[in-house]
């Protein structure tokens, strides 16, 4: 089980920064990713980080500005959100599949087999 938290309200240029935590699992040997989805909009891809951290990606809306890491021995992986935009405002889901290349990620959803509940970041202007 995989549960978000760390979601909230900020205005236009602040931060937040979203944790993904693991539960009856071990998040070692996944790769994981971070998606996002708003109001009458299909789920988009985030960012995504391979198991072993070394390897990253990033949608071209948010390059530069969130960045994602993982603590594998606190089963928890993070997506530190700067200069956030309205833009940004949808509910961010982390998802993770197993995958024993440790430089490996995954961009698109059907490549995940474990996702969270959600956690609503709403950016005001």
């Known amino acids: 089980q995989l549960v978000e938290s760390g979601g909230g309200s900020v205005q236009a240029g602040g931060s937040l920064r979203l944790s993904c935590v693991a539960s009856?699992?071990?998040?070692?040997?996944?790769?994981v990713g971070w998606f996002r989805q708003a109001p009458g909009k299909e789920r988009e891809f985030v960012a995504a980080?391979?198991?072993?951290?070394?390897?990253?990606f990033y949608a071209d809306p948010v390059k530069g500005r969130f960045t994602v890491s993982r603590v594998n021995a606190k089963n928890t992986v993070y997506l530190q959100m700067n200069s956030l935009k309205p833009e940004d405002t949808a509910v961010y889901y982390c998802?993770?599949?197993?995958?024993?290349?440790?430089?490996?990620?995954?961009?698109?959803?059907?490549?995940?087999?474990?996702w969270g509940q959600g956690t609503q970041v709403t950016v005001s202007s």
């Open positions: 998802a993770a599949v197993v995958e024993w290349n440790s430089g490996r990620y995954y961009l698109t959803r059907d490549e995940y087999d474990y």
């Open positions: 009856g699992r071990s998040f070692s040997s996944h790769a």
């Open positions: 980080i391979s198991w072993g951290g070394g390897n990253t």
